[in-house]
Each structure stands twice: as C-alpha cells, then as structure tokens.
C-alpha cells in the first residue's frame, strides 16, 4: 500500500513558498515549479487575466 505522500500527496509546506498578486485581478498566486526560472517576470495569474490586460491597455 502506498503512503498519500509518496503519490500525488502533499509533499511540502506551501506556507513557505513565495507569493504576490496577480497585476489584473489582485487575487494571490504562490510559486510553482513552472514558474521556476521567471518568477520575476510573472505578472497574471491565468491567461485570462493576461488577456484582460492586454485589452484594457488598447
């Protein structure tokens, strides 16, 4: 039998990683390994937020 933790469980504490808020919609985001290499430069937390913004600045 395998331990929630080995498969598809919580393997961290999510507390701990860095967070900020989504430049469009103020909602929080925390870090993700995708966002890894340019976390800098994440500003929108969904495409459709990068959409919204897209629009409203034209």
């Known amino acids: 039998m ?12 999510k507390a701990h990683l860095p967070s900020k808020l989504c430049a469009v919609c103020g909602l929080p985001m925390s870090w993700r390994r995708k966002w890894a290499r340019n976390w800098d430069e994440v500003k929108y937390c969904s495409d459709a937020c990068r959409r919204k913004r897209a629009h409203a600045g034209s």
């Open 2 to 13: 395998k331990s929630s933790t080995s498969f598809g469980g919580h393997r961290g504490n």
